[in-house]
């Protein structure tokens, strides 16, 4: 399984099954820090159980190149999640950029790095010409992570996700990842 090295104590790689104990307590750990920037979440949702049931269909759909689920990992420390989902091919070749990171390790640069790492191997290896993220309006730390990684906003969405329990506007970003043919 590929890894992605950021520095020498941490990299992302692909979430195993077997990592949904430590998914489901970073969930857990981070569940106050994430409530602003996340759909509101069941009880259950913080279960190793769900976790390991979520990466199952996750890998699923990678086996297929439509999700890329990796974990962020300092050390042996599962510290944060990031995806490259709803793939789409064909002539689209696109994906939809999610991440967070354990409010432990905010401010480090890690989300940076992590993004930076994604987008090259979205273009060297997993064949997409577009990569799009969106943020909440006041989301500044993942904005800026965006720009710093070359993803320019491409407009404003109203009322785009339920987030926190309400609909939400949200910006909305793009990389073009290979040069017009």
Do not use: C
């Not at 790095?113 to 010409?129: I, K, M, Q």
């Amino acid at each position: 399984m590929r890894q992605l090295t950021l520095d020498s104590h941490t990299a992302l790689r692909l979430l195993k099954v077997s990592d949904a104990s430590q998914l489901a307590q970073a969930y857990l750990r981070n569940r106050e820090h994430l409530s602003e920037w996340e759909p509101e979440r069941a009880d259950e949702y913080f279960t190793e159980a769900w976790q390991a049931e979520n990466i199952s269909q996750v890998l699923a759909a990678h086996q297929n190149g439509l999700a890329y689920p990796y974990g962020l990992l300092r050390g042996d420390a599962l510290v944060g999640r990031f995806n490259i989902a709803s793939v789409v091919r064909g002539p689209f070749q696109s994906g939809s950029l999610g991440y967070w990171v354990d409010h432990n390790f905010t401010g480090q640069g890690l989300a940076s790095r992590a993004v930076a790492a994604l987008r090259t191997e979205a273009t060297d290896s997993l064949g997409l010409h577009r990569l799009e993220a969106s943020t909440l309006l006041h989301n500044h730390a993942s904005q800026q992570v965006l720009l710093k990684n070359g993803f320019g906003k491409i407009g404003m969405a109203p009322n785009y996700l339920k987030i926190a329990g309400r609909w939400q506007d949200h910006n909305l970003y793009q990389a073009i990842l290979h040069d017009r043919a």
